[in-house]
């Protein structure tokens, strides 16, 4: 069951153990269950027969080895789309570090070596058989946090990720609020259509980009139940401001009974903070904020037992 009393901090494994293993692969996902987080990410889109696949984007090319294994298979703008490729082509490919596209070279070049594409891309399916499986047999009651992603794009070549989504989970037992899931997605209309279209009890997460999105609290406490913005986006909230003109965003949340789960906390990159705690005590002290993803939930479980 989603946690909800104010004392205590959701640790959402971000695309899984990320700062260790290469993003959205299922050896990175136990490697983050292994951590005991209170959450793993998926990340959603559809192949082209309509499984959802765990990946980040609704590109292939910045993850995946495809250029080398379908060549021709590139868009007249240049990418490689994942809904352009069956589950069982997908399933053929390699999966590595992130990587620039104008550099060729990795993201994060401290992480995970680049040369050792060992990896291979999986549907939302098997990633909850692992969680549910390892939830069963260690014990622990590890919940998903899964992100329908570009459902605008989806929906522009005829197809309802959302709806096929919530079919996956439902068949997985969550269907309601206690159930241990929460669902989140930045497309505003597309959240709100989950909630009172597709008649969803789960827990939502409205995902923000602007910080003109702490303006709209009122409007998403309409159908979430948390919103989600990034460290960047909190930081210039912050700027400027008092300690009590901090929290008075955490306040009108906690007023309209929404959590803030914040993105994305990497011990290798904490712009405008010293030190990696440094900027976990301005997000959970000093504005006390509910939880974080984080690449390196080992790192911030640690944090919090301090």
Same mark, same amino acid.
């Given at each position: 069951m989603p946690k909800d009393k104010s004392a205590e901090k959701i640790v959402i494994a971000h695309r899984g153990a990320s700062g260790y293993l290469p993003e959205h692969t299922m050896e990175s996902k136990a490697m983050a269950f292994?951590?005991?987080?209170? /959450?793993?990410?998926?990340?959603? &889109?559809l192949s082209k027969d309509d499984v959802p696949i765990v990946i980040h984007d609704i590109y292939l090319e910045e993850v995946t080895d495809v250029k080398n294994r379908f060549p021709e298979r590139k868009r007249p703008d240049g990418r490689y789309y994942v809904i352009d490729f069956t589950l069982d082509e997908l399933?053929?490919?390699?999966?590595?570090?992130?990587? @620039?596209? !104008?550099?060729?070279?990795? &993201?994060?070049?401290?992480? /995970?070596p680049l040369e050792e594409p060992k990896f291979r891309l999986h549907t939302l399916s098997e990633e909850i058989s692992m969680i549910q499986g390892l939830n069963k047999s260690t014990g622990k009651n590890i919940g998903i946090y899964p992100e329908i992603k570009n459902p605008g794009f989806h929906n522009e070549h005829g197809k309802d990720i959302s709806s096929i989504v919530l079919k996956v989970l439902?068949? =997985?037992? /969550?269907?309601?609020?206690? @159930?241990?899931?929460?669902?989140?997605?930045? @497309?505003?209309?597309?959240?709100?259509?989950?909630?009172?279209?597709l008649h969803t009890q789960l827990f939502l997460t409205q995902l923000i980009e602007l910080p003109e999105g702490f303006e709209n609290l009122e409007t998403y406490s309409s159908y979430a139940n948390a919103i989600g913005p990034s460290i960047e986006q909190l930081i210039l /909230?912050?700027?400027?401001?008092s300690d009590s003109e901090k929290k008075s965003l955490i306040q009108r949340s906690r007023d309209l009974n929404l959590k803030i789960h914040a993105y994305t906390f990497r011990?290798?990159?904490?712009?405008?903070?010293?030190?990696?705690? !440094?900027?976990? !005590?301005?997000?959970f002290k000093d504005?006390?904020?509910?939880?974080?993803?984080?690449?390196?939930? @080992? &790192? &911030?479980?640690?944090? =919090?037992?301090?």
């Open positions: 292994a951590m005991g987080p209170d /959450y793993i990410e998926q990340d959603l &889109v399933k053929t490919l390699y999966v590595y570090e992130r990587i @620039d596209l !104008n550099t060729q070279k990795a &993201v994060f070049p401290d992480r /995970y439902d068949s =997985f037992g /969550y269907s309601k609020r206690s @159930d241990n899931c929460i669902l989140q997605c930045f @497309d505003a209309v597309e959240l709100r259509r989950i909630r009172e279209e /909230y912050a700027h400027g401001k011990k290798d990159e904490h712009p405008n903070f010293e030190t990696f705690e !440094n900027l976990l !005590n301005f997000a504005l006390e904020i509910d939880g974080g993803f984080t690449d390196f939930p @080992d &790192v &911030v479980q640690e944090y =919090f037992k301090k």
